[in-house]
């Protein structure tokens, strides 16, 4: 078991997706609700790698002047991985400061900051006018952006990243898991991004990484 030394850890960063939320992929959902998944997995393939930007552009085409209610009903249906209030709690106990960063959607997001004891959280926004989504988002996370935003995080509580934790699942984690002090891979999507961590916990229940965070 690996074991930390509490003075040496002062942030825990969690991805939301499958890791706060049971949910794996909240946008992929959506294109189920909206209809666009076989779009939208084209669509992934061609730009996930080459052109992010592009991909989210793309993908928000196929979703201006859909209905938002749809959007906010799956918001409010999200469940959370068993646990996570108890895990949570337990770790302001022991004086993390709680961060989230996801690549998910900025409403779901709110719905977990008013729920859970987290200080801090980004996410991204999809834009409602009218009672339809516009077909603009305010994109904060990227898929290649989570750790020069936690580096202004560190910076501002004037902490090295050696001194952070992160918790996470897929592929866009791995650069975190890299740069951070300690990492999880809390039930992650494929072996590369268990390799890239210093350790993987397959669970339903997210108090079974307490054991390793002290």
């Excluded at 294109?31 to 592009?54: E, N």
């Excluded at 992650?188 to 350790?199: F, G, H, L, Q, T």
């Excluded at 669970?203 to 002290?214: A, E, G, N, W």
């Amino acid at each position: 078991t690996v074991m930390l030394s509490r003075s040496q850890h002062k942030i825990i960063v969690f991805d939301m997706d499958g890791v706060i939320f049971r949910e794996k992929n909240f946008w992929l959902k959506l294109h189920s609700v909206f209809r666009t998944k076989q779009k939208g997995f084209q669509l992934t393939k061609k730009y996930l790698k080459a052109d992010y930007k592009k991909l989210v552009t793309e993908v928000l085409k196929l979703w201006k002047n859909r209905p938002a209610n749809l959007y906010l009903n799956l918001v409010k249906q999200g469940k959370y991985v068993t646990g996570v209030k108890m895990t949570l709690k337990k770790l302001k106990k022991r004086g993390y400061y709680i961060v989230v960063i996801s690549s998910g959607s900025w409403h779901l997001l709110q719905r977990a900051l008013k729920n859970l004891p987290i200080d801090e959280g980004y996410a991204n926004k999809l834009v409602i006018d009218d009672g339809k989504l516009t077909g603009i988002s305010h994109q904060i996370v990227k898929n290649n952006n989570k750790v020069p935003l936690l580096r202004k995080i560190c910076k501002k509580r004037s902490i090295s990243l050696r001194q952070v934790i992160a918790v996470g699942d897929g592929e866009n984690d791995i650069p975190l898991f890299r740069n951070v002090g300690f990492s999880i891979a809390f039930n992650p999507v494929s072996y590369k991004v268990a390799r890239a961590a210093n350790i993987t916990v397959k669970s339903s229940k997210l108090t079974d990484i307490l054991k390793f965070v002290q």
